[in-house]
């Protein structure tokens, strides 16, 4: 059950990362938002790399690292951005989706078998997401995936999913031909100094902007850190798509954030989904 706490733990973390820069950063651009926390993290990240031992690397380490990395940025970039464009509760519980996807993916460039059990548990955590949009069934059956495309955040969100579905696969090939810490520090150092100097050098971001708030971006630093290591950890000891499946647990905390700190309505069935995305979780868990 340790994967299971630790990507509990991601998708906490991974929450928790959102409503804080959504509460506390908002006043900057997306790209900017995008940025505050791997630019916190950054130091943590490269400080890392003094305390691990440096694995033997695979052969499918750099050829991986060559696409993951650039998909992940572009990813993260959507993803800050439908944060700030969208309610919290409308957004995350869309990742939902991701494990539609890593079914695909795992299966076709890891080899992962899927148990009946576990498959269930994903397409219960699909049907939460519908179940989140259910206030709009009053247009009809399609009403909540219409809803969706209303929803700016909501339909980025998605593009986001099939996005994570891909690199969650390639990050897992990643970690098989290094380790879970040496694979988190250099995706995540290299990610951070890649967009610091591409956002900085295009005028998307400015430094001035972005160390306004020192105390806070350092909190954004440690968040992040802290999901990326229980994120690569728990990857390496189950399926990744049952992994990423307990990761879109972040749909729930992003829900009670969303109604806690941001006073978003429509909980209802956004409590109901996310119940059932619960549901889905604890057969994969306990069955998968």
Request: aromatic share 12%; proline share 5%.
């Amino acid at each position: 059950m340790t994967w299971f706490l630790l990507s509990v733990g991601a998708a906490f973390f991974m929450a928790t990362n959102s409503a804080f820069i959504k509460r506390y950063f908002s006043d900057l651009s997306s790209w900017e938002m995008s940025l505050i926390p791997y630019f916190y993290g950054l130091p943590l990240f490269l400080a890392a790399l003094a305390f691990i031992d440096i694995p033997a690397i695979g052969p499918g380490f750099l050829p991986s690292m060559a696409w993951v990395l650039p998909m992940l940025m572009v990813a993260i970039l959507l993803y800050y951005r439908a944060i700030r464009m969208s309610p919290l509760s409308l957004t995350l519980p869309f990742l939902s989706f991701t494990p539609v996807f890593v079914l695909f993916t795992g299966g076709l460039i890891l080899d992962e078998k899927l148990t009946a059990q576990g498959t269930a548990g994903m397409l219960l955590v699909v049907v939460g997401g519908y179940v989140l949009n259910l206030d709009s069934a009053r247009y009809g059956f399609l009403g909540p995936i219409k809803a969706v495309w209303k929803e700016p955040g909501s339909a980025l969100m998605l593009v986001v999913a099939v996005l994570f579905g891909l690199t969650s696969v390639g990050g897992k090939v990643i970690i098989l031909n290094s380790s879970p810490l040496f694979a988190a520090v250099v995706v995540f150092s290299l990610y951070g100094v890649l967009l610091t100097l591409l956002l900085l050098l295009t005028g998307k971001a400015s430094l001035r902007n972005l160390t306004r708030k020192p105390l806070l971006g350092i909190a954004a630093g440690l968040i992040v850190f802290a999901e990326a290591l229980c994120h690569n950890v728990a990857m390496t000891l189950t399926a990744a798509a049952y992994m990423i499946t307990i990761k879109r647990l972040a749909g729930i905390f992003s829900v009670l954030y969303g109604w806690l700190l941001f006073h978003e309505s429509g909980i209802r069935y956004r409590l109901i989904g996310t119940a059932i995305m619960t549901a889905g979780a604890a057969v994969i868990a306990l069955w998968g």
